[in-house]
């Protein structure tokens, strides 16, 4: 016989423990027999997975609500627990702002209404708390509209509760429930519309709003649909109605009524950075679920209502989230979600805009993938098809793509690849070779064709494109590391190959780094120069550490120091990261590794990776190449993670010293205790404890003091160091966005024909005159007989019409939306400063516009 926790854990579910039966109505009468029988011993256990089972599963919430309905019959008193509970739950959710947790328990809330659990003006009671307190918030004089994320979520909270007891709230108290409806559409009308600048996944949508709804506005027009069409829909499970008969004869509880946080109180002259930076908090505490991504054509949704639609996308954001850690599991709910209807291509619309949401997704790029690559298993015969038909729909949209989006699809694509044998129909896009190197969909199959030799190996990935040899062209180079003084060969030998084998030889003699840098200081920098002297050391050093991640990590560690005395300041760290990248300069993977471990190992400066990024040789291949756009997010994170890591430890050790205090306090007060305690030595009275009772609390006290003062002079080390990687923070930024403000006045054009993305993705188009000399003496490929692009222009009859300069800008300028959208919280504190040496008013439009659209901050403010 299964347990009571199997039971509950499987109900609804094709399962063992319920036998060859999948009806609900079945399956809540046998769990609910286990569960009588249970609850006079188990009572306590059964609430606790009872309640974790509604919000973990919230998917078969309307089986949990008609099973406590049920319970309610016999056991009033346990169930006014479960009531008390939730209210309790509730409340802690809402002053801590934990999104999920209040979501999910007002969807509990109105399914226990449901079930007549509590009392339906109870629930309009919780509605009506929220709702006040969104309409102060958005209010300018009494609130703060800085916070409208959290008001609009409250009332996106109060709607999405709607589907799961609509029916039965306008039934039972329908002057109420039309109250609300009033109350919200108040609301809408005077709260702000949200727009998506700068969190859309295509480029266009950041220019063109076209009136659009938002996600409230959009939902609010869904529940006014299932309103109109008398509450029925087919998405939510309505068990309740099996056993009404039975329910309405049980208890309604009291529910406590809830009281919502108060939000910051705007100041009367509240800046636009203060407002900006309160918006972007707001944001980040209450953030918009989900972006929808719509890929395939309407015709895909099986005539589905507006409402199920979003019903069956809070199942799959809900399986997901509450699943992350088991992804078997994850896509095992995902494939038996409760609807009636088919929604294969929902849910890969869903989890596209989930691993390709920004600013950044709810979760790691891999658990997509993961649970991509499971429900491919799961559901063989149709969702590889459905996964298949997206990734050709985003590549036709490819050129609009965010840039931060196209990285993210390079990287799923490339995995997913490999996880399925590499096997794609490369025929289909073979067409890329006949646009210029600089077309965003050459540069996608390049891009994922690179990525997938890092997951495998060359000849592999050779392989995998035979039905299309051509794109053996845009394979990365198969050549391991440049090493220029290699002695294989008929190679001539220099008086550098022989301080190369020098080199080589005390490494291989295990010489100390002191040594090596006396040799190098005495006998290789005064007669060869610096030059010479870094390349015969970091080609040697990185040569050594070639055969594997770990040689490098070695090498590193034991002679970092060599290399550390040879590039002391900034214009010595680019030559040496230039080095790096002229070692492996026919690895992309490899030069990104080691430049990053020598960041970590402080050998070289964020500020000389920038420099280097912006080097001629670099900024050449800005729209072409993600190398080195990989190598500056390297730098930038492993900045931003150094502070992430010194914010934790402080806060850490604020929590320690607050124990240590109390510790401390309590030693002391011990032994003043006992050192003015009576006490009897040789028949005559005494102030103090007996000797050695003293002088181990008095050992104790000094203990304890000592662990507090050492815990107070560990948190000082760590606020310097903050301070310290808070400076480097801020100078990284202003120099990063300086280099992006000169290349970008260097080459876009004059604000008067290019004031917004559309106009400069036409200067091309507006100002090409095709010579027909030039056209007529174009190479034609014998083999192939297809034209070869010219690497100068773009071509209308190739399918891509956008210059190379005008298409540089434009991914140039997607890179400033992604940087600045990515590490939003980091720069808002230094937005004056930026704006006083960078975003000045000679500053082009655009430059302008990409950094504020990352920051979620109007351009009209500035």
Not at 302 to 320: A, K, M, S
Not at 405 to 416: A, E, G, K, N, Y
Not at 477 to 503: C, M, W
Not at 531 to 552: A, C, N, R, Y
């Amino acid at each position: 016989m299964s347990s009571w926790r199997d039971l509950l854990l499987r109900i609804g579910d094709k399962s063992p423990e319920y036998g060859t039966s999948s009806d609900f109505k079945d399956h809540i009468e046998t769990c609910f027999g286990v569960l009588r029988r249970e609850l006079e011993h188990s009572a306590d256990e059964i609430l606790i997975v009872l309640l974790d089972c509604a919000e973990q599963l919230p998917h078969k919430i309307p089986l949990f609500g008609t099973l406590i309905g049920l319970m309610n019959l016999e056991n009033e008193d346990f169930v006014r627990k479960v009531v008390e509970k939730t209210q309790t739950n509730l409340q802690g959710g809402l002053d801590s702002g934990n999104c999920n947790r209040i979501r999910i328990l007002m969807r509990f809330l109105t399914v226990l209404m449901c079930s007549k659990v509590i009392q339906p003006s109870s629930l309009v009671v919780v509605f009506e708390t929220l709702l006040s307190s969104a309409a102060t918030t958005v209010d300018e004089e009494k609130g703060n509209p800085s916070w409208q994320a959290c008001a609009d979520f409250y009332i996106t909270c109060i709607l999405s509760c709607l589907p799961w007891g609509g029916a039965e709230l306008m039934e039972q108290v329908p002057e109420e429930i039309e109250r609300v409806m009033v109350g919200v559409e108040a609301y809408l009308s005077i709260r702000r519309h949200a727009s998506d600048t700068g969190l859309s996944f295509f480029e266009d949508d950041d220019e063109t709003e076209n009136g659009e709804k938002d996600f409230l506005e959009d939902l609010w027009s869904r529940v006014q649909d299932l309103s109109n069409n008398g509450w029925k829909l087919d998405s939510v499970p309505r068990p309740h109605l099996s056993f009404e008969a039975q329910l309405v004869a049980g208890k309604s509880h009291e529910f406590v009524p809830i009281s919502c946080p108060e939000q910051h109180h705007s100041p009367s002259t509240l800046s636009v950075v203060n407002h900006g930076q309160q918006k972007h908090e707001a944001e980040l505490k209450y953030p918009q679920r989900i972006r929808r991504l719509n890929i395939f054509p309407a015709s895909k949704a099986e005539d589905l209502q507006p409402i199920d639609r979003f019903v069956v996308e809070e199942y799959l954001l809900d399986v997901l989230f509450f699943f992350n850690g088991s992804r078997k599991e994850c896509a095992s709910f995902m494939v038996g979600l409760p609807v009636p209807f088919r929604y294969e291509y929902l849910m890969a619309e869903t989890i596209f805009s989930q691993l390709l949401m920004l600013p950044q997704p709810p979760f790691k790029p891999i658990y997509y993938t993961l649970v991509i690559i499971d429900l491919c298993k799961a559901l063989p015969g149709a969702f590889p098809a459905v996964v298949a038909g997206a990734v050709r729909a985003l590549f036709e949209k490819i050129a609009d793509l965010d840039m931060e989006c196209q990285t993210r699809l390079i990287l799923w694509f490339s995995h997913h690849l490999s996880n399925f044998q590499f096997i794609w129909p490369w025929e289909e896009w073979a067409y890329v070779l006949d646009l210029p190197k600089w077309a965003p969909q050459r540069v996608f199959v390049q891009e994922v064709l690179e990525r997938e030799v890092r997951l495998s190996y060359w000849d592999k990935v050779k392989q995998s494109i035979e039905n299309a040899p051509g794109l053996e062209e845009l394979l990365p180079p198969k050549g391991g590391p440049n090493f220029i003084f290699s002695v294989e060969g008929d190679r001539e030998r220099t008086e550098q190959h022989a301080l190369s084998a020098d080199l080589c030889n005390m490494v291989k003699g295990r010489a100390a780094a002191r040594e090596i840098s006396s040799w190098v200081e005495k006998s290789v920098l005064p007669v060869h120069g610096l030059e010479v002297t870094l390349k015969v050391v970091v080609q040697t050093l990185l040569d050594i550490g070639s055969k594997s991640f770990t040689h490098l990590i070695t090498v590193l560690e034991r002679y970092g120091e060599v290399i550390a005395k040879l590039c002391p300041d900034q214009d010595k760290h680019a030559m040496l990261i230039a080095e790096v990248g002229n070692y492996w300069k026919n690895n992309a993977q490899m030069a990104a590794i080691a430049i990053d471990r020598m960041m970590g190992y402080r050998l070289v400066s964020n500020l000389a990776i920038v420099r280097w990024v912006f080097s001629p040789e670099n900024i050449d291949q800005f729209h072409t190449s993600d190398h080195p756009w990989e190598v500056l997010r390297n730098a930038v994170s492993k900045t931003y993670n150094r502070i992430s890591d010194l914010r934790k430890e402080i806060s850490s050790l604020k929590k320690v010293i607050i124990s240590a205090e109390e510790a401390s306090t309590k030693a002391k007060v011990e032994l003043e205790a006992a050192e003015s305690k009576l006490s009897l030595v040789d028949g005559e009275p005494v102030v103090g404890e007996n000797p050695a009772k003293l002088t181990r609390f008095k050992s104790n006290a000094e203990k304890k003091k000592e662990e507090e003062v050492s815990a107070r002079e560990s948190l000082e080390a760590k606020d310097a160091l903050l301070a310290r990687a808070l400076d480097e923070n801020k100078a990284l930024f202003l120099s990063l966005y300086k280099n992006f403000s000169i290349v970008l006045t260097e080459r876009l054009p004059d604000p008067s024909r290019a004031g917004t993305l559309r106009e400069l993705k036409s200067t091309h188009a507006d100002s090409m005159a095709v010579d027909l000399e030039e056209l007529a003496a174009m190479e034609v490929d014998n083999e192939n007989g297809r034209q070869k692009s010219q690497s100068n222009g773009g071509r209308t009859s190739n399918g891509y019409n956008i210059g190379e300069k005008e298409q540089w800008c434009l991914s140039t300028l997607g890179y400033v939306k992604a940087f600045s959208r990515q590490y939003a919280s980091e720069i808002w504190p230094h937005i004056e400063k930026l704006e006083s040496e960078v975003l000045t008013e000679n500053t082009h439009p655009l430059f302008r516009k990409a950094v504020y659209c990352g920051l979620r901050r109007p351009n009209n403010q500035a």
